[in-house]
């Protein structure tokens, strides 16, 4: 997000915990909203509970905000890393077929219960963001699940897998290695046809040069990764700067 979009308060930020507690954004816009339409309620974050019959004045005075609420919190659902959450994923090599639903189905209900909101649908119980309890059911320890479900690959860390994540220039000259770039395919014949031979009298001959091998295999040298990736780490202009790297004579082909 852009300086100016952070400084923003942030009002439905499902996928930060897996528990749904009202974070103190969130209460003050509802507060503001009591204040302005003159509603007396203690308690501003049930405004968004359902009830049968309705419970909430803000919803039944605006169901427009009912359905920002929802459609809100079914993007942050549907970005959820953890893909076994989702009720129509079924288990790999199991045969099971994919389950259909219907919109009535997809209604979304809202309680409030021990302190957190709790938001069913689909028959199941729903969240934005992975448990963090959740077991590897092979080895009984915690499931690294990854931050994000789809990964921005605009980003030099896709590329680097350095820890602490790469966001500076000077953060891509001390990553150890940098990628090349090169096609998988090319890269695994090209590693073939450089393994070490051993000559007549025992010795080895040495390999091809890190940048000759890289050339061969349609990849980018140690230096052209690294200003590669130098560029990424600007947000807005690493596209221009992208563009003019790939549009040089020596690489358009």
Request: glycine share 2%.
């Amino acid at each position: 997000s852009s300086p100016d979009q952070q400084r923003l308060d942030v009002v439905f930020d499902w996928e930060k915990e897996f528990i749904l507690r009202p974070t103190k954004d969130l209460v003050k816009m509802l507060r503001h909203i009591s204040r302005a339409m003159a509603f007396t309620t203690p308690e501003p974050h049930l405004l968004l509970v359902d009830g049968s019959p309705e419970s909430s004045i803000l919803l039944k005075q605006y169901p427009e905000m009912k359905a920002y609420r929802d459609i809100s919190f079914w993007w942050k659902y549907y970005l959820n890393p953890d893909i076994s959450i989702f009720p129509n994923n079924p288990i790999p090599d199991s045969g099971e077929d994919i389950g259909i639903y219907n919109r009535m189905d997809a209604q979304q209900s809202w309680t409030w219960k021990k302190g957190c909101y709790q938001v069913a649908s689909l028959n199941i119980a729903l969240s934005c963001c992975p448990d963090p309890n959740k077991l590897d059911p092979k080895t009984r320890k915690p499931l690294k699940i990854a931050s994000h479900r789809y990964p921005s690959t605009a980003t030099p860390s896709f590329y680097c897998h350095a820890k602490p994540i790469v966001k500076t220039e000077d953060d891509v000259i001390y990553c150890p290695n940098l990628p090349s770039f090169a096609d998988k395919k090319k890269k695994s014949d090209q590693d073939n046809d450089n393994e070490i031979t051993v000559s007549t009298s025992g010795a080895e001959t040495s390999e091809l040069s890190n940048d000759s091998a890289t050339s061969k295999s349609g990849g980018l040298s140690q230096r052209d990764s690294e200003l590669l990736l130098s560029f990424l780490t600007v947000p807005y202009i690493r596209l221009p700067l992208t563009l003019t790297f790939f549009a040089s004579d020596d690489r358009v082909h």
